[in-house]
């Protein structure tokens, strides 16, 4: 066995493990981690959508019976949960591995689908999409740190956006289930909503699974003392590497190594100071991309489905339909410009997409207030927008997800995320919920102008103070608080 470390006192060492993982080639066991860890976006796209496709049917009194503003306060209490979650979670995934929590937040969180599916007034619905929302809090957390750590670095950009973009496969899938299940000529209305959160906790139980074959990061065990078993997972992986691509694998150049001195667990106080202090800049980086992404989206996602139907008259049942060219944008977008992040660069094309994306949804406003619009318009409007929307937003995560040390990473992402999704997000469903229910166009137009102020405010703070991590090693954008 190659050894790529040596003591350098008691419990001191220099190693290598950072760079050999960097320098691998794409292979099977990547490919494991992008769909063993990324599918948890496509099972959350899936019900989320189908969340916002029942709106309309949600309103029945053959169903809830709920109101717009109703409806927003039941993803705000999803959101809620996420960010109760995230910052739970965070924390422990910090402490004690992020492997454990692949597992436990992702119970939860198809704990709380398979409950809403049960719900039988406004109360039980807002309280299990709270725990849902807690479960995918966690698998933000946990997943997005994982993936950084493991993917090499010269592909990390475009692997992490296209992970995130995975959402509106599950969104699309969601749109073509409410198809389905909103077709009351196949399910009466009130069956076929629960329907669809069932089949979508049943399917997540395989991912439950398919993470017993991904293991801890070594990087996190390094920065605990596990050297030895960080060593091993390292060596088995280069094995399956080299075994597979039929090459041997070239050593990394020496001065790649770094300086471990491993301590105990950072407190959540020593956390929040080492953010808001040594990383203050960074900080205010991430805090302006998460909220303007969270209520941009939150803002249109959450209330399409109503806005179809209360503006344009667009039935219920066929508002799941306008959704597959919308997920189809999304995803499509962080995919054709996801290479960009990694060779023009993470500042430029962060600041691009928001710019892009809140330029559109600027005209796109100003023509549904004058009722320029028709349906599909609106559809082909909102789906220009999001297909650079989506690849910022995605950016946001992988911005929060680089520029921490390792030690504080887990619980810097669920920090941001919470604090992005509670002034971008819980407030946005709710809000554009009142819009909508006061029947004027030109209020749901001031509401679009301030999500469109948000992303180009977040434009302009990348271009000043962006981080360009392109290419370069976790430990080269932020150095380990236990190699100091």
Request: hydrophobic letters at 55%; a positive charge; aromatic letters at 10%.
């Amino acid at each position: 066995m190659r050894k790529s470390a040596s003591p350098a006192a008691t419990n001191e060492f220099v190693t290598l493990i950072p760079a050999r993982l960097d320098r691998l080639p794409w292979s099977r066991f990547h490919l494991l981690i992008v769909v063993g860890l990324g599918i948890t976006w496509a099972l959350d796209g899936l019900e989320v959508t189908l969340m916002g496709a029942i709106g309309a049917v949600l309103r029945r009194p053959d169903t809830l019976g709920l109101d717009a503003a109703q409806i927003g306060f039941i993803s705000s209490c999803y959101l809620a949960g996420a960010v109760i979650g995230a910052l739970v979670f965070g924390h422990l995934t910090d402490r004690h591995g992020r492997r454990k929590f692949f597992f436990i937040s992702l119970a939860l969180y198809l704990t709380g689908v398979a409950l809403t599916a049960c719900s039988w007034n406004l109360a039980s619905f807002a309280i299990f999409r709270a725990v849902t929302g807690a479960g995918i809090g966690g698998e933000y957390a946990a997943v997005n740190s994982a993936i950084d750590e493991l993917v090499p670095a010269r592909i990390r950009g475009r692997v992490d956006l296209i992970v995130n973009g995975s959402f509106w496969l599950g969104a699309g899938a969601g749109s073509l289930a409410g198809i389905v299940v909103l077709n009351p000529l196949i399910l009466p209305y009130r069956y076929g909503w629960r329907f669809g959160f069932a089949a979508g906790a049943a399917f997540g139980l395989a991912i439950l699974y398919l993470r017993n074959f991904i293991p801890e990061s070594p990087r996190w065990l390094l920065t605990h003392g596990k050297l030895g078993e960080a060593e091993r997972i390292v060596t088995e992986i280069e094995r399956g590497v080299a075994m597979r691509s039929g090459r041997r694998l070239a050593p990394p150049a020496p001065e790649l190594a770094i300086h471990i001195r491993p301590r105990r667990a950072i407190g959540l106080g020593g956390a929040l100071r080492a953010i808001v202090t040594r990383y203050r800049q960074r900080a205010l980086l991430a805090l302006t991309l998460m909220v303007a992404q969270a209520f941009t989206y939150n803002a249109i996602f959450f209330t399409y489905a109503i806005v179809l139907n209360r503006f344009y008259g667009v039935s219920a049942d066929r508002a799941a339909v306008f959704m597959l060219p919308f997920a189809a944008a999304n995803f499509i977008g962080p995919l054709a410009l996801s290479p960009l992040f990694d060779t023009i660069g993470r500042r430029p094309m962060i600041a691009a997409t928001y710019a892009i994306a809140a330029t559109i949804l600027i005209a796109t406003g100003a023509l549904f207030a004058r009722g320029a619009l028709t349906s599909r318009e609106q559809e082909l409007l909102w789906t220009a927008m999001f297909f650079f929307a989506s690849p910022a937003a995605s950016s946001a995560y992988l911005t929060v997800s680089e520029i921490f040390p390792l030690e504080i990473r887990a619980l810097a992402i669920a920090i941001f995320f919470a604090a992005g999704t509670t002034v971008g997000g819980i407030a946005a469903p709710w809000f554009f919920g009142r819009l909508i229910d006061t029947g004027a166009r030109a209020a749901l137009f001031h509401g679009y102008l301030a999500a469109a102020a948000l992303m180009l405010l977040a434009a302009a703070v990348e271009l000043a103070i962006g981080v360009p991590a392109e290419r370069q090693s976790l430990e080269q954008i932020a150095p380990p608080i236990s190699s100091e």
